[in-house]
C-alpha cells in the first residue's frame, strides 16, 4: 500500500494568482499522477510525473499552465498557475505502488476555489 | 481512445434491495477494470478489480466482453454502502503509454 499526504486540503485564491499543491508519498514509486476533478464530472488526467525527466501532459494540458516538479521519488508538486475561476476544482495525486495494473493511492485532494 | 461511461450519476435504493451500478467502456485490448469507492469525508479507495473475481463488502463484479460491461452488484444494500463509486480501465492509451481512465462516477444512495 502507500500512503499519500497531500496539501493544502484546500484554498481560496485570487484570480491571476498562483497556487502549489504538494505531494508527499511514505513509499518510492516511478510515476505520480496529477487529476483534475470538477464538479459533477469525472477524474481527469493532467500529467504523469516522472523523478528525472519532464512530466507527461495530457491533451487539453499544458506545461505553462499546469508545472509540475518531481525532486524524488517520492514528492511532487502540482502548480496551477495564472488561476480563473474555471480553475476551481479538486486536485487529486495518485500513486500505484505496484504497476498501473494494481490499485491506485490517492491523496486526499485539494479543493481549489478562485475568486 | 479508451472510455467509461457510467449512465447514472444517482442511484437511490432502499435498504435491503439489490444494487446494480452499471459501467460499460470502450477499449480496443484487453482491459483491467477496477471499482473504486469513496465514502462522505474519506479519500478514493479500491472496492474491486476485476482480475481478483472477489466479493468485497458484498459487491462483485463481472467482466462481460461481449456488451464491454463491469456492473457492479450486491444483492441487499446496506446504508453504509451510500458513497461515491466510480469505475475505471487501465490500458494503453493514445500516446502509447499506459494510463487510467475513469468514468463519471455514480452516487449510491441508501434509503434506511
Known amino acids: 500500500s502507500a500512503v499519500i499526504s497531500q496539501k493544502p486540503s484546500r484554498d481560496i485564491c485570487q484570480r491571476g494568482t498562483s497556487l502549489t499543491i504538494q505531494c508527499q508519498v511514505d513509499s518510492q514509486v516511478t510515476m505520480m499522477f496529477w487529476y483534475r476533478q470538477q464538479p459533477g464530472q469525472s477524474l481527469t488526467l493532467i500529467a504523469t510525473?516522472?523523478?528525472?525527466?519532464?512530466?507527461?501532459?495530457e491533451s487539453g494540458f499544458v506545461i505553462d499552465k499546469f508545472p509540475i516538479s518531481r525532486p524524488n521519488l517520492t514528492f511532487s508538486t502540482l502548480t496551477v498557475s495564472n488561476m480563473s475561476p474555471e480553475d476551481s476544482s479538486i486536485y487529486l495525486c495518485?500513486?500505484?505502488?505496484?504497476?498501473?495494473?494494481?490499485?491506485?493511492?490517492f491523496g486526499q485532494g485539494t479543493r481549489l476555489t478562485v475568486v | 481512445a479508451q472510455r467509461v461511461t457510467q449512465p447514472e450519476k444517482l442511484l437511490s435504493v432502499f435498504k435491503g434491495a439489490p444494487v446494480e451500478l452499471k459501467c460499460n467502456y470502450s477499449?480496443?485490448?484487453?482491459?483491467?477494470l477496477f471499482w473504486y469507492v469513496q465514502y462522505s469525508r474519506q479519500r478514493l479507495q479500491l472496492l474491486l478489480r476485476h482480475i481478483s473475481r472477489e466479493s468485497i463488502k458484498g459487491f462483485t463484479a463481472d467482466l462481460n466482453k461481449g456488451e464491454t460491461s463491469f456492473h457492479l452488484k450486491k444483492p441487499f444494500a446496506q446504508e453504509e454502502d451510500s458513497a461515491m463509486y466510480y469505475c475505471?480501465?487501465?490500458?494503453?492509451?493514445?500516446?502509447?503509454?499506459?494510463?487510467?481512465?475513469f468514468g463519471t462516477g455514480t452516487k449510491l444512495q441508501v434509503i434506511p
Open positions: 475505471a480501465l487501465s490500458g494503453m492509451g493514445s500516446g502509447g503509454y499506459q494510463k487510467v481512465t
Open positions: 495518485s500513486v500505484h505502488p505496484r504497476g498501473l495494473n494494481t490499485e491506485a493511492f
Open positions: 477499449y480496443s485490448g484487453s482491459p483491467e
Open positions: 510525473a516522472n523523478q528525472g525527466s519532464e512530466a507527461t501532459y
